[in-house]
């Protein structure tokens, strides 16, 4: 039986694989791809051992920061990355963001359906 498997990696990636399922994939060229496997991607195109990086998709890293994805590179364990996906656009943003209409409606005391239906 071995003791020791040789490997080709020269570094080893660390995803959060919790963060990776909350940005909907969001990575690639068209936006739909998951981290590791673009990352993946970025290598020489062998699989596994053989690979010249290796990428593993850990269990939730307990950061959880909101639409982006946790990445530690395993040969400097002391900084984090937080990566942005590709789909958290300008469109995102404006979705996420409330209307200064909406808000000034509320501020006044009129609900969004007076507003609309003036009688």
Same mark, same amino acid.
């Given at each position: 039986?071995?003791?020791?498997?040789?490997?080709?990696?020269?570094?080893? #990636?660390?995803?959060?694989? $919790?963060?990776?399922?909350?940005?909907?994939?969001?990575?690639? $060229?068209?936006?739909?791809? *998951? %981290?590791?496997? &673009?990352?993946?991607?970025?290598?020489?195109? !062998?699989?596994?051992?053989?690979?010249?990086?290796?990428?593993? &998709?850990?269990?939730?890293? $307990? %950061?959880?920061?909101?639409? !982006?994805?946790? #990445?530690?590179?395993? +040969?400097? *364990?002391?900084?984090?990355?937080?990566?942005?996906?590709?789909?958290?656009?300008? !469109?995102?943003?404006?979705?996420? @963001? *409330?209307?200064? $209409?909406?808000?000034?409606? @509320?501020?006044?005391? %009129? +609900?969004?359906?007076? +507003?609309?239906?003036?009688?």
């Amino acid at each position: 039986m071995r003791d020791r498997v040789r490997s080709e990696w020269r570094k080893a #990636v660390l995803v959060c694989a $919790k963060c990776t399922k909350r940005a909907k994939g969001g990575f690639g $060229k068209h936006g739909r791809r *998951p %981290l590791a496997r &673009e990352l993946r991607a970025l290598g020489n195109g !062998r699989k596994g051992r053989k690979a010249d990086f290796g990428v593993i &998709e850990t269990r939730c890293l $307990k %950061l959880c920061p909101k639409g !982006r994805v946790v #990445v530690v590179d395993a +040969s400097a *364990p002391d900084a984090w990355l937080l990566v942005t996906p590709r789909n958290a656009g300008r !469109r995102n943003c404006r979705a996420a @963001r *409330p209307d200064r $209409k909406a808000l000034n409606r @509320r501020r006044s005391g %009129l +609900s969004s359906r007076c +507003s609309r239906h003036r009688h």
